[in-house]
């Protein structure tokens, strides 16, 4: 804890309530006296560097290379990526990584270098080690994506974590992007990110850097070519970052920076090279398959705030039903809680929870419960006295267990780094199944205190297991929502084998789509904030992060009905599509805001309904192949500068671009096209790219286009799925893909393939088999036959 953490404790007092507050106060400086005695002082330190090369033993995908001061071992994989870590570091124990380190690829071999250094050479790219110890990552025509410093670590003279500085250097007409969800992106420009999960507050928006999902993780597109990089250490730092700039006639490049600086933890990096798709694949076998949700997840969820009760939540369904909205999932907030208990419902206001659930799954919607880690340290409590008498709950350093402060007072947390304690926490999930809930919802699972004030609740002395290895909190912070999300995935799996598990976190690390998605926590509700909403899902996705979406309208303020309005049509082409109620009856639901924003809203309600078929579609694809639903237009062209930096737009798949409205009092909006022929889905007009068009953009509706040749799978009339084919340029031909899925349960669909193509004066559609072509069997609609070709 320091000193910022005292100060947004002190505001706490008067935003939160006297009481509440006071508590909130005196556990921060319960914190802080308990990393007084827990943390060793950081007093001197010795700066060190790896000093001169002296040795190299080459050895399987790679070898060693001893310095005098440090040693570097670097490894290729069997997937193409490339590992190295320094002072003996290795790829595992690791969070990040799903099961065991990939095999090394037998054919990379040490070989020397120039000037005196040596080099690995791979399929996908060459690593080259200076005789200093600075690291390349070239081509494998010899071009420099990367080039990584030789780094220096601040060693305690009297022991401890040493903390370490990594400099790097990317070409300067480089772009950097992800770095987890940060409201200040996609594209991160100049600026200091902090490595350290926060809770935003009541609302962040886009100038502020705190964000809930923070990982290592940069992707990196220039002209040379595209490279991800991850830095493997769950402990707090700081990523500066500087874009270059090109000179000008004879005037010199100056390469963009990267200043990455840790407070501790092993310095080793992976880092993938090749073509976007490519690198996300590879990204992917290394962290693991995003998880597949049920089908009733990709649809219409709503969140209610506050108390409320069990006739309250029949109320806003019966809201959507009589004005024939459709919804698929309402989510239950910490109100339906008993206040001094954990999983547990509120009998009184909920006394027949079971049987709503029931009813609305008949009606095709599913309930969802917030969980929070907090347990409330009350004797009497069922859940509490169970993981007392297992002795699951995370410590002081000094031996007791550690508490804080959270919204039902004082409260214990269970230690998720500990393999058994994840398998008794997934099994307290039965009482929520029991009750009917089909989903969960993790929340404050930094873990913080208190939702308004971001600082950690426990202290960074506090210790935990970190999988028998052992440690303090300053390791297992970043990493705590992450085991949580896998104790909640795994125990949904034992207790209901047939079902794919729903866990949405609002926390995370790298590798938390293994595990569910996220959600972007409290957005300001303010045109910023819409802006910020579409960075975090496009920051997460290119980190391997698919799933994931808004809160509709944000929090906090006063949002007007054309910021709710552009925000529902966002959040409609948004792998998440949750909207948020207010505190008070009747309110946050479409209807409340009037007549025509009503009408908007069933626009956007119908079309996501519509597309569900393509986003099931979608969600199998990024399992099998780790490409982001949410896509950047440069995404099967980061050559093309105009596209890398348009932040306002872009693909869902690769059937569809979206160009959604971020500002107030628009009706028109300039759209930048990728190269080919693109229609607007509402008036079938085709416009040509590459170009800059400028668009009509009513209220009721944001310019979105599908690309010629597409074939989008889509829900017709009768509930089935249909194919919408948009017309291919004439001499071109174009295609799509299906995945036809049960809704939920196991079974890998197998992947329908259709091609698109003009014979003679008509479009013909045929899916392609392993040995043959023939019809398709579903419906077929062709639009964008007309032609009516756009004015430039």
Same mark, same amino acid.
């Not at 926490?425 to 873990?447: C, I, M, N, V």
């Not at 949002?559 to 049509?569: F, G, K």
């Given at each position: 804890?320091?000193?910022?953490?005292?100060?947004?404790?002190?505001?706490?007092?008067?935003?939160?309530?006297?009481?509440? *507050?006071?508590?909130?106060?005196?556990?921060?400086?319960?914190?802080?006296?308990?990393?007084?005695?827990?943390?060793?002082?950081?007093?001197?330190?010795?700066?060190?560097?790896?000093?001169?090369?002296?040795?190299?033993?080459?050895?399987?995908?790679? /070898? $060693?290379?001893?310095?005098?001061?440090?040693?570097?071992?670097?490894?290729?994989?069997?997937?193409?990526?490339?590992?190295?870590?320094?002072?003996?570091?290795?790829?595992?124990?690791?969070?990040?990584?799903?099961?065991?380190?990939?095999?090394?690829?037998?054919?990379?071999?040490?070989?020397?270098?120039?000037?005196?250094?040596?080099?690995?050479?791979?399929?996908?790219?060459?690593?080259?080690?200076?005789?200093?110890?600075?690291?390349?990552?070239?081509?494998?025509?010899? $071009?420099v994506l990367r080039r990584e410093l030789p780094p220096r670590w601040w060693e305690p003279v009297g022991g401890g974590a040493a903390r370490w500085t990594q400099r790097s250097e990317v070409a300067a007409d480089a772009r950097f992007f992800g770095l987890g969800g940060r409201a200040a992106g996609p594209r991160l420009r100049k600026g200091t990110y902090r490595l350290w999960n926060t809770a935003s507050g009541p609302a962040h928006s886009h100038r502020e850097d705190p964000s809930s999902v923070t990982m290592p993780v940069q992707l990196v597109v220039a002209d040379a070519g595209t490279h991800l990089v991850f830095h493997d250490s769950?402990?707090?730092?700081?990523?500066?970052?500087?874009?270059?700039?090109?000179?000008?006639?004879? /005037?010199?490049?100056?390469?963009?920076?990267?200043?990455?600086?840790?407070?501790? *933890?092993?310095?080793?990096?992976?880092?993938?090279?090749?073509?976007?798709?490519?690198?996300?694949?590879?990204?992917?076998?290394?962290? /693991?398959? !995003?998880?597949?949700?049920?089908?009733?997840?990709? *649809?219409?969820?709503?969140?209610?705030?506050?108390?409320?009760?069990?006739?309250?939540?029949?109320?806003?369904?019966? /809201?959507?039903?009589?004005?024939?909205?459709?919804?698929?999932?309402?989510?239950?907030?910490?109100?339906?809680?008993?206040?001094?208990?954990?999983?547990?419902?509120?009998?009184?206001?909920?006394?027949?929870?079971?049987?709503?659930?029931?009813?609305?799954?008949?009606?095709?919607?599913?309930?969802?419960?917030?969980?929070?880690?907090?347990?409330?340290?009350?004797?009497?409590?069922?859940?509490?006295?169970?993981?007392?008498?297992?002795? $699951?709950?995370?410590?002081?350093?000094?031996?007791?267990?550690?508490?804080?402060?959270?919204?039902?007072?004082?409260?214990?947390?269970?230690?998720?780094?500990?393999?058994?304690?994840?398998?008794?926490?997934?099994?307290?999930?039965?009482?929520?199944?029991?009750?009917?809930?089909?989903?969960?919802?993790?929340?404050?699972?930094?873990?913080?205190?208190?939702?308004?004030?971001?600082?950690?609740?426990?202290?960074?002395?506090?210790?935990?297991?970190?999988?028998?290895?052992?440690?303090?909190?300053?390791?297992?912070?970043?990493?705590?929502?992450?085991?949580?999300?896998?104790?909640?995935?795994?125990?949904?799996?034992?207790?209901?084998?047939?079902?794919?598990?729903?866990?949405? !976190?609002?926390?995370?690390?790298? *590798?938390?789509?293994?595990?569910?998605?996220?959600?972007?926590?409290?957005?300001?509700?303010?045109?910023?904030?819409?802006?910020?909403?579409?960075?975090?899902?496009?920051?997460?996705?290119?980190?391997?992060?698919?799933?994931?979406?808004?809160?509709?309208?944000?929090?906090?303020?006063?949002?007007?009905?054309?910021?709710?309005?552009?925000?529902?049509?966002?959040?409609?082409?948004?792998?998440?599509?949750?909207?948020?109620?207010?505190?008070?009856?009747?309110?946050?639901?479409?209807?409340?805001?009037?007549?025509?924003?009503?009408?908007?809203?069933?626009?956007?309600?119908?079309?996501?309904?519509?597309?569900?078929?393509?986003? $099931?579609?979608?969600?199998?694809?990024?399992?099998?192949?780790?490409?982001?639903?949410?896509?950047?237009?440069?995404?099967?062209?980061?050559?093309?500068?105009?596209?890398?930096?348009?932040?306002?737009?872009?693909?869902?798949?690769?059937?569809?671009?979206?160009?959604?409205?971020?500002?107030?009092?628009?009706?028109?909006?300039?759209?930048?096209?990728?190269?080919?022929?693109?229609?607007?889905?509402?008036?079938?007009?085709?416009?040509?790219?590459?170009?800059?068009?400028?668009?009509?953009a009513p209220l009721g509706r944001i310019p979105v286009f599908a690309r010629a040749g597409a074939v989008l799978p889509v829900r017709g009339e009768g509930g089935g799925t249909e194919l919408e084919v948009w017309a291919p340029a004439r001499g071109r031909t174009g295609g799509g893909l299906v995945v036809p899925d049960a809704g939920d349960g196991w079974v890998e669909p197998e992947i329908e393939r259709y091609v698109s193509r003009w014979e003679a004066r008509r479009v013909v559609v045929e899916r392609e088999g392993e040995d043959s072509v023939s019809e398709p069997s579903r419906p077929v609609r062709v639009r964008g036959l007309e032609?009516?070709?756009?004015?430039?």
């Amino acid at each position: 804890m320091d000193g910022r953490d005292l100060v947004r404790s002190v505001k706490s007092v008067g935003s939160a309530g006297a009481a509440q *507050g006071l508590r909130t106060v005196r556990a921060a400086w319960r914190r802080r006296r308990a990393d007084a005695a827990g943390l060793p002082p950081r007093g001197a330190e010795r700066a060190r560097v790896p000093g001169q090369m002296r040795e190299v033993v080459p050895g399987p995908g790679g /070898g $060693v290379v001893r310095f005098s001061r440090s040693e570097l071992r670097v490894l290729v994989a069997v997937n193409g990526a490339v590992f190295w870590g320094w002072d003996g570091a290795g790829p595992e124990p690791s969070y990040a990584l799903t099961g065991r380190c990939p095999e090394p690829d037998p054919r990379a071999v040490l070989e020397p270098d120039k000037d005196g250094g040596w080099r690995v050479v791979a399929e996908r790219a060459t690593v080259a080690v200076s005789r200093h110890g600075a690291i390349e990552v070239r081509t494998p025509g010899g $071009v420099v994506l990367r080039r990584e410093l030789p780094p220096r670590w601040w060693e305690p003279v009297g022991g401890g974590a040493a903390r370490w500085t990594q400099r790097s250097e990317v070409a300067a007409d480089a772009r950097f992007f992800g770095l987890g969800g940060r409201a200040a992106g996609p594209r991160l420009r100049k600026g200091t990110y902090r490595l350290w999960n926060t809770a935003s507050g009541p609302a962040h928006s886009h100038r502020e850097d705190p964000s809930s999902v923070t990982m290592p993780v940069q992707l990196v597109v220039a002209d040379a070519g595209t490279h991800l990089v991850f830095h493997d250490s769950s402990w707090d730092g700081t990523v500066a970052l500087r874009e270059g700039e090109e000179g000008s006639g004879s /005037g010199h490049d100056r390469p963009g920076r990267s200043v990455l600086r840790m407070d501790g *933890g092993p310095l080793r990096c992976w880092v993938t090279v090749g073509t976007p798709a490519r690198v996300l694949l590879a990204w992917a076998s290394l962290t /693991g398959a !995003s998880a597949l949700p049920p089908a009733w997840a990709l *649809g219409h969820h709503h969140v209610r705030s506050g108390l409320g009760d069990e006739q309250e939540v029949r109320r806003i369904v019966a /809201g959507y039903q009589e004005r024939d909205l459709p919804l698929d999932a309402v989510h239950l907030d910490m109100g339906h809680l008993d206040a001094h208990q954990v999983f547990t419902v509120d009998e009184e206001r909920f006394p027949k929870l079971s049987v709503l659930a029931e009813e609305l799954r008949r009606d095709g919607i599913r309930l969802v419960s917030v969980v929070g880690p907090a347990v409330p340290a009350a004797s009497g409590n069922a859940v509490y006295d169970s993981g007392s008498s297992e002795d $699951v709950f995370v410590r002081d350093a000094s031996g007791p267990v550690a508490r804080g402060v959270a919204w039902p007072g004082d409260v214990v947390f269970p230690d998720f780094t500990r393999a058994r304690v994840r398998e008794w926490w997934g099994g307290l999930y039965e009482e929520r199944l029991g009750r009917g809930f089909a989903g969960f919802w993790h929340d404050r699972d930094e873990p913080t205190s208190l939702a308004a004030f971001g600082e950690s609740t426990l202290a960074r002395s506090a210790r935990h297991s970190l999988e028998g290895g052992g440690g303090d909190h300053r390791e297992a912070h970043n990493v705590y929502a992450l085991c949580m999300a896998r104790a909640g995935y795994e125990g949904l799996r034992s207790l209901a084998p047939e079902e794919r598990p729903f866990i949405l !976190s609002r926390s995370g690390w790298a *590798g938390m789509q293994r595990y569910g998605g996220t959600w972007s926590g409290e957005v300001a509700a303010d045109w910023p904030g819409l802006r910020a909403s579409l960075a975090l899902v496009m920051g997460l996705g290119l980190c391997g992060v698919p799933y994931s979406g808004p809160d509709v309208g944000g929090a906090g303020g006063s949002r007007s009905p054309e910021l709710y309005v552009r925000w529902l049509q966002l959040a409609a082409y948004l792998p998440l599509f949750r909207t948020r109620g207010g505190s008070r009856a009747g309110s946050g639901e479409p209807w409340a805001l009037g007549a025509e924003v009503l009408e908007h809203a069933r626009v956007a309600l119908v079309e996501r309904r519509r597309l569900m078929p393509y986003f $099931v579609t979608l969600a199998h694809l990024a399992r099998r192949t780790g490409a982001p639903y949410v896509r950047p237009l440069w995404w099967s062209a980061p050559e093309e500068r105009a596209l890398r930096d348009c932040e306002d737009a872009f693909l869902l798949g690769d059937c569809l671009l979206v160009a959604p409205v971020l500002d107030p009092g628009a009706d028109r909006r300039a759209v930048q096209l990728p190269r080919g022929r693109w229609y607007d889905m509402v008036t079938e007009r085709a416009y040509e790219g590459p170009a800059q068009v400028l668009v009509d953009a009513p209220l009721g509706r944001i310019p979105v286009f599908a690309r010629a040749g597409a074939v989008l799978p889509v829900r017709g009339e009768g509930g089935g799925t249909e194919l919408e084919v948009w017309a291919p340029a004439r001499g071109r031909t174009g295609g799509g893909l299906v995945v036809p899925d049960a809704g939920d349960g196991w079974v890998e669909p197998e992947i329908e393939r259709y091609v698109s193509r003009w014979e003679a004066r008509r479009v013909v559609v045929e899916r392609e088999g392993e040995d043959s072509v023939s019809e398709p069997s579903r419906p077929v609609r062709v639009r964008g036959l007309e032609e009516r070709s756009a004015q430039m």
